[in-house]
């Protein structure tokens, strides 16, 4: 199958071979894909090279043989967003979820959106932590790990003065008191940051209520991720820790 002018972001690249790259790509019309790009590494194709890196957004051509496609040919489509400290972390996080989550050669229209929208929200400094809740609640929605954040899992509307444990099948459980589930309580959000989540306010929550919903998202991710954490956690320092602080919502620690 040949592919031509796919528009793509690229998610991540290594070296492979004496000249080559592996890629994975996020295409629009045919879902996350891995690439060989040949030859790419000599001195006079740095421009390519360049253009191979991640988050950068690329129009390419491709036979696929396979599992994997041979590039022929790809273009850089605009210049990619300079991040570093935090926002540089955010964007691993968010490639690796991808890479992890999202099966090759699926299409999944709307994560070439999603993850258009969430670069540019990093390349803008929106708030950081705001920023990758709602990756990952739109990422869940997408794949059909999604539920409804208003409702919990029997119909009820939301209280926003309560507590609530995301259950990953069937969505918002009410922490009816301060000793139920042991530990749970660490675990858990407050309805008023789900309700803003699910209604996706510009506006985020409180960062004590934001610190909670990471939390609570952090868990129902690793039960999709089977039990395997993320190397992107381990590079953060401690698994999930994307959290912020009252002075600026742009911290990860």
């Given at each position: 199958?040949?592919?031509?002018?796919?528009p793509?972001?690229?998610?991540?690249a290594?070296?492979?071979?004496?000249?080559?790259?592996?890629?994975e790509?996020?295409?629009?019309?045919?879902?996350r894909?891995?690439?060989?790009?040949?030859?790419?590494?000599?001195p006079?194709?740095?421009?390519?090279?360049?253009?191979?890196?991640?988050?950068?957004h690329?129009?390419?051509?491709?036979?696929?043989?396979?599992e994997?496609?041979?590039?022929?040919?790809?273009?850089?489509?605009?210049?990619?967003?300079?991040?570093?400290?935090?926002?540089?972390?955010?964007?691993?996080?968010?490639?690796e979820?991808?890479?992890?989550?999202?099966?090759?050669?699926?299409p999944?229209?709307?994560?070439?959106a999603?993850?258009?929208?969430?670069?540019?929200?990093?390349?803008?400094?929106?708030p950081?932590?705001?920023?990758?809740?709602?990756?990952?609640?739109?990422?869940?929605?997408?794949?059909?790990?999604?539920?409804?954040?208003?409702?919990?899992?029997d119909?009820t509307?939301?209280?926003?003065?309560?507590?609530?444990?995301?259950?990953?099948?069937?969505?918002?459980?009410?922490?009816?008191?301060?000793?139920?589930?042991?530990?749970?309580?660490?675990?858990?959000?407050?309805?008023?940051?789900?309700?803003?989540?699910?209604?996706?306010?510009?506006?985020?929550?409180?960062?004590?209520?934001?610190?909670g919903?990471?939390?609570?998202?952090?868990?129902?991710?690793?039960?999709?991720?089977?039990?395997?954490?993320l190397?992107?956690?381990?590079?953060?320092?401690?698994?999930?820790?994307?959290?912020?602080?009252?002075?600026?919502?742009?911290?990860?620690?």
């Open positions: 199958m040949r592919l031509t002018a796919q793509a972001y690229v998610l991540h290594r070296p492979w071979r004496e000249t080559s790259l592996l890629l790509v996020l295409s629009a019309d045919h879902g894909l891995g690439l060989v790009a040949r030859g790419v590494q000599g006079k194709r740095h421009v390519l090279r360049a253009a191979l890196q991640p988050l950068q690329i129009r390419f051509d491709a036979v696929q043989r396979g994997l496609a041979l590039l022929t040919h790809a273009e850089a489509i605009d210049v990619a967003p300079q991040l570093v400290d935090n926002a540089m972390l955010a964007s691993f996080y968010i490639n979820l991808l890479l992890r989550l999202a099966p090759r050669q699926d999944h229209t709307e994560l070439y999603i993850y258009g929208q969430t670069r540019e929200r990093l390349r803008t400094q929106a950081l932590a705001w920023t990758l809740r709602r990756f990952e609640r739109d990422l869940l929605e997408a794949l059909g790990f999604g539920f409804d954040l208003s409702h919990d899992g119909g509307p939301l209280d926003p003065a309560a507590r609530y444990h995301l259950d990953p099948e069937h969505g918002p459980r009410r922490l009816l008191s301060e000793r139920d589930g042991g530990g749970e309580r660490d675990r858990t959000a407050t309805g008023r940051a789900l309700l803003a989540l699910a209604a996706d306010t510009e506006t985020p929550p409180q960062v004590e209520e934001l610190a919903l990471r939390r609570a998202m952090r868990a129902v991710i690793a039960h999709h991720l089977g039990g395997r954490g190397k992107s956690w381990e590079l953060i320092g401690e698994i999930g820790r994307l959290v912020t602080r009252p002075q600026r919502d742009d911290n990860v620690s």
